[in-house]
């Protein structure tokens, strides 16, 4: 692996940026200095395996230094009005939660009253922009799980509001941080010039299509890829969807979403130097090292600048697909979003 920073790595670990907001530069000067080790935890959403899973790694007696101290001590059930699958859960992850240690909160402000930083992890990505106001408006560093929102428009909202209150958030799949992926990422195989990627692609009627789970194989893509996607093309079918990105540098890369047969994660990258599989799925706790380290520093790992691009790919993805798989410019998708963000309030 290469040791010598990149630009692309320096972007990446010390900036925030909006993609055509403005908003990239220096994460001192945008969020201050402000530093800290260890601190109570909470959490806005009990509708998700992935609430239990942090609380239990962080809450555990034998948690490790990686997590810094943090302790999960406070979370607030409500998540979707109206997903069956998410609404059935709440009732048996409060009860995990609980058992764990973790008080359980009444509204978002009880919660924020009682903590120092927050996951947000509703499901539901309707109600990430509306549950996400309160916490930057309290100045909670936030880490908030995927899709971090269910519109392009609401996302840009979510980071915009992040600088308006001068409070840093991030929002990544944990597929970013596995290990073959971020060796190849930081230059391992030289130049990636193409990448093909898989992942689980379930489809929930409330969100975009890949929004709802192929966001994690969409992050792989770009994880490897990097930004500069001009233009998406979508093929659908009911049990497989293949998307194709086309780079401004002309490199192209694939996400094929998968609704049959065994599910599973990973892909190929297509180096200068060598051709390679990305490695394995890791589980949670790489994402959870990078997530502490963020709420000690406040730089994020992942700028808003690259985030919002992936869902402007998975945006023009669908409305490939409505268009009967026509190829779609991303920054059309992204105008179209940026003017119904700009009719939105914080």
């Not at 402000?34 to 909470?42: A, E, P, Y």
């Not at 599973?264 to 599989?277: K, L, S």
Request: glycine residues 12%; aromatic residues 10%; proline residues 3%.
């Amino acid at each position: 692996m290469k040791k010598n920073l990149n630009r692309r790595d320096f972007v990446r670990t010390t900036a925030i940026g909006g993609i055509g907001l403005g908003l990239v530069g220096n994460v001192t000067s945008l969020f201050g200095n402000s530093s800290m080790t260890g601190g109570k935890v909470g959490i806005i959403g009990l509708d998700t395996s992935h609430s239990v899973a942090f609380t239990k790694a962080l809450n555990s007696p034998d948690a490790g230094p990686e997590f810094g101290g943090y302790k999960v001590v406070a979370a607030y059930p409500k998540g979707s009005n109206d997903i069956k699958g998410s609404v059935d859960r709440i009732p048996g992850y409060t009860d995990d939660v609980r058992k764990l240690g973790v008080e359980i909160s009444n509204s978002i402000e009880e919660l924020l009253s009682k903590v120092d930083v927050v996951f947000l992890e509703t499901n539901d990505g309707r109600l990430h922009l509306e549950q996400a106001l309160p916490v930057f408006k309290a100045g909670k560093r936030m880490f908030i799980d995927k899709p971090v929102a269910a519109s392009l428009s609401d996302a840009i909202s979510i980071f915009d509001a992040s600088k308006h209150y001068n409070v840093p958030v991030f929002s990544s799949s944990s597929l970013r941080f596995v290990s073959g992926t971020q060796e190849i990422a930081h230059g391992s195989i030289g130049k990636v010039i193409g990448a093909d990627t898989y992942s689980p692609a379930t489809i929930e009627k409330t969100h975009p299509d890949l929004f709802w789970y192929g966001v994690h194989g969409v992050e792989s893509l770009f994880t490897l890829m990097g930004t500069g996607c001009k233009r998406v093309t979508r093929v659908f079918t009911e049990n497989t969807d293949m998307v194709v990105g086309v780079w401004n540098d002309n490199r192209i890369g694939t996400f094929r979403g998968t609704r049959s047969g065994k599910g599973g994660y990973g892909g190929i990258a297509f180096g200068e130097n060598a051709t390679v599989a990305i490695g394995e799925y890791q589980g949670y706790n790489p994402l959870l090292v990078e997530i502490i380290k963020f709420f000690n520093t406040g730089i994020v790992p992942v700028t808003a600048e690259e985030t919002l691009e992936i869902f402007a790919f998975m945006a023009a993805a669908e409305e490939s697909k409505f268009k009967g798989g026509a190829s779609i410019e991303v920054e059309k998708v992204r105008q179209k979003a940026l003017r119904l963000a700009s009719k939105k309030r914080f």
